[in-house]
């Protein structure tokens, strides 16, 4: 054990740590502090409360939500630190409440998410996987035509890590790119600024890379839909959120856009549902995206990095809510030797 005394609670399944967490993230973690590994199912409710008392940090996977009575009932947690970007199934304003400090990882995952987009396109485009299907099943594949890429325009609606990894990989392949985003960015040659409006009208390929807030929940919707060109194939690798499935398979139903690939959905652990996933008009794949070694090893090693800041006493950049960790600041009262945090 370090110094510092710490003790984390690892929230990862065993299968969830081989896969999202690794052992170097591991080692890099447990030289901070004594790891308390979660050995059965999916920690939640009262088995979450019960797994976390006499630890000072919860590590949490994407699948462990921390609603406020774990805040409530652990008097001792001094902080969260979420392995993932999003923190919407944490109650960071009863985190805040108790003095919890609540932190995220970094976005490492965007080249491995935009090489995923990049693969589905291309699936869709050319029908790899269906071919390889029949083939597996003994059966000869349907030739039909296929699509060429070079040429054709890819619309990114969220322009974040994701979204510019995705722009950069698709004019490498010669695409033209439009892009939908509140946030300004400088043009570039091939990829341009454009409003939903016109980018649902004139792309062939449309990948939802939005980040999910009031506005952008469902909008992915009938009208979106109808809106696009109808040998048009919409890609969601962003959240379910976004997209009326209901929606979604009536536009496929009716003709009004050719194809959708989706690696999230509504389905658990943000899977796309079962009634999508398995219409022939449909590519799927179950929440991979950020499913490599890079992607995952970085995400952890900077959740370790983080705890280590913590340790020597400072706040470590990604914190969510650094001016409401009381609690941390009054465990480093008491423990000098860590240091002061600093913002």
């Avoid at 979450?48 to 994407?62: H, K, P, T, Y």
């Avoid at 995400?299 to 969510?320: E, K, S």
């Amino acid at each position: 054990m370090s110094p510092s005394g710490l003790r984390f609670l690892l929230t990862h399944t065993e299968e969830a740590r081989a896969l999202q967490f690794g052992a170097r993230a591991l080692a890099a973690l447990s030289e901070h502090g004594e790891v308390v590994l979660n050995q059965g199912a999916v920690l939640r409710g009262r088995a979450l409360v019960d797994a976390a008392q006499g630890c000072d940090l919860i590590v949490a996977d994407r699948r462990t939500a921390l609603p406020a009575e774990v805040f409530r009932e652990t008097p001792g947690l001094l902080a969260v630190l979420r392995c993932a970007v999003d923190i919407r199934n944490i109650d960071v304003a009863a985190a805040s409440e108790a003095g919890v400090l609540v932190t995220r990882a970094i976005p490492c995952f965007a080249v491995s998410v935009a090489e995923l987009a990049l693969g589905l396109m291309l699936d869709t485009a050319r029908g790899i996987s269906r071919a390889a299907v029949a083939y597996a099943a003994g059966d000869a594949p349907q030739i039909s035509m296929g699509r060429q890429l070079r040429g054709e325009t890819l619309g990114i609606v969220g322009y974040g890590a994701i979204g510019r990894e995705l722009a950069t990989m698709a004019r490498g392949l010669g695409m033209q790119v439009l892009v939908t985003t509140p946030e300004r960015f400088a043009p570039q040659e091939g990829i341009t600024p454009a409003p939903l409006e016109v980018l649902l009208a004139q792309s062939g390929f449309v990948a939802c890379l939005a980040s999910v807030t009031p506005e952008t929940t469902g909008m992915f919707g009938a009208e979106a839909f109808a809106a696009m060109r109808r040998d048009a194939v919409f890609l969601n690798l962003a959240r379910a959120e976004l997209v009326d499935e209901a929606a979604l398979a009536q536009a496929l139903d009716k003709g009004e856009i050719a194809g959708a690939a989706l690696d999230v959905g509504s389905a658990p652990d943000q899977r796309p549902p079962p009634v999508l996933a398995a219409r022939p008009d449909v590519v799927a794949t179950p929440h991979v995206g950020g499913q490599t070694p890079e992607a995952i090893e970085g995400q952890a090693l900077h959740v370790a990095r983080q705890v280590a800041a913590l340790a020597a006493g400072q706040m470590p950049p990604d914190a969510v809510n650094p001016e409401d960790a009381q609690r941390l600041r009054r465990w480093f009262e008491r423990h000098p030797a860590a240091g002061s945090p600093r913002a």
